[in-house]
């Protein structure tokens, strides 16, 4: 029979106490939970007011009496033990008694990996995997880098392909999406959230296990082979994580010691209305300290290469979500949550100090200032943001018939006046294929070739606007369904010639972009962008420059009519020939053929003022990429 001693193989000092109060710790994985050696397991967790504390599991019969743990001291609310016999892979939980005498079984929140859902046990567990991705690890800097190429390819792990009707395992998934995402020349690939959920349906963002990927896919050395084939592929990782808000399942974090020990007790501050989900207390230390653990587990356990940082929104504002006289206001008596603030930039300023070479991304919908500015100049310390305005107004200008688009241009072109505030992703996410709002192509309106074409005009413009680029799975080949997470993604329409063309498109669209300078370097700058001519709202036709850091420069041009126009003036900044690079009316795509035959004399006729011009001939719902004869076509 296993038996408990008093915490004589704790791998924690005097020094893990003092940072855990202090909210700094950033390591606490290796302090708190389960530490497995050859003799058994150190168990140590945090519930300051339980009355007492039992580990349970296989290795006790799960008896409440075998185990109990320990009080480390008299300040830090941490119990703690020595349990010999306790093996890899055994189940275990702990037995919580709360000051009124009532009992619950929790799982550990620092566990590795977990219990088969709908069943919610932790597991012991010793991670051992041995990394092949020391290439991609020196030279990932430069991929990651701000004036890098970056294309993400966002993914629904259950649901992007299921072999036989079920759900994939991490390394059956890897080979087949690393080829497929290699294919399509994406360069990173970003998963929803993979953090264990008790909830399938939650796609992840309601999660309980913040240190474990879920077991539905395999072992965590398994999701270690995932990323570690992605990184063989030159393909960067980046997670979906979720600070904002967990769960109020029973075995989880909610009142984990029977008072409210994550989140806050006042329903005004700690119960999220719309989510129906709790809310961190970022005003706890020891909470800050938990979370910017798990940040970090993942990147230094897992090689990462950024954390997406869900709902930030929801952080920032103490009022978000809820009505008048629903929430407190900060001590200033505003609604900004200063404690949120505090934690955010001290999340980042620890991931660039441990991991200068990842990114962390922001998914903030609100005009809050600087959130990709370092916190030394006040912002919130973000390498990027998702730019939801350019989201929202280029898909309102989109679904209007393309007759009454001239009446809508200034959605199409109000982007570019703050584009360079912050250090944008432009998204086409899960989010707007969801909840009734059909797939992306069923928001071009026409015809099939009308739609078709209009997907290819979005992607064209999208890829050619300042910015880096991320789009949810299934809209690269133009899925019709509505994204569900039960099932795959229509791969049968992949046969189809139209679907087929957009996906060639895409392909095209992110190797011409990765190897373009002109398409990525100055992303973040206003001098790597330059408008020909932005008010032609009568022919709702779009012009601009990109530009390189070393000067070279690339033309882009986007019909969002049906109609092909002819002799088309537009001013240029060089003399000679233009090259046409990219066309997505071109027949391989699904296209009409239209174009200028791949090549455009500059004539010395003045024009937007630029003293040369070329006239084009532009496609029906066309976007053309040309560069000068002296400048390299990037493909």
Known sequence: MPNTKIGTRSPLTEHDIYLFREGSHGRLYDKLGCRLDADGAH??????????????????????DANALQPRDDHSGIWEGDVEGAAHGDIYKYRVVRN???????????AYFAELPPSTGSRAWRMEYRWNDGEWMERRARANALDAPTSIYEVHLGSWRRPDGRLPGYREIAPLLAQYVAECGFTHVEFMPVTEHPFYGSWGYQTTGYFAPTSRYGTPE??????????????????????SHFPSDAHGLAEFDGTYLYEHADPRQGYHPEWHSCIFNYGRHEVCAFLLSSALFWLDR????????????????????RKHGEWIPNPHGGRENLEAVAFLRRLNEAVYRDHPDVQTIAEESTAWPMVSRPTWLGGLGFGMKWNMGWMHDTL???????????HHHGRITFSLVYAFHENFVLPLSHDEVVYGKGSLI????????VQFAGMRSLFGYMWAHPGKKLLFMGGEFGQRREWTHEGELEWWVTMQPEHDGLRRWVADLNRFYRNEP??????????????????????????FLRKSRDGRTLLVVCNFTPVLRANYILGVPRPGAWHEV???????YGGSGAGNLGVVEATPVSAHGHFHSLTLTLPPLGVLFLVPEDGDAGL
Do not use: C
Request: proline share 4%.
């Open 43 to 64: 168990f140590a967790v945090w519930a300051p007011n339980a009355r007492a504390v039992a580990v349970i599991g296989e290795f006790n019969s799960w008896r409440g």
């Open 100 to 110: 009124d005498g009532s009992v619950i079984d929790k799982a550990d929140p620092f």
């Open 222 to 243: 398994d999701f270690m082979f995932l990323v570690d084939t992605l990184h063989l592929a030159g393909i960067g990782v980046i997670l979906d994580w979720v600070p």
């Open 302 to 321: 897992y090689h990462v290469d950024g954390l997406r940082v869900d709902a930030v929104a929801s952080m920032l504002y103490l009022d978000y979500g």
């Open 396 to 406: 309102d200008y989109l679904r209007h018939d393309p007759l009454y688009r001239r």
């Open 442 to 449: 069923g928001k071009m309106p026409g015809d099939s070739w």
């Open 518 to 543: 002109a398409l990525h370097e100055l992303d973040f700058e206003g001098g790597g962008f330059q408008w020909v001519d932005a008010d032609d709202s009568d022919d709702s036709v779009l012009s």
């Open 582 to 588: 990219l066309n997505s009316d071109a027949t391989v």
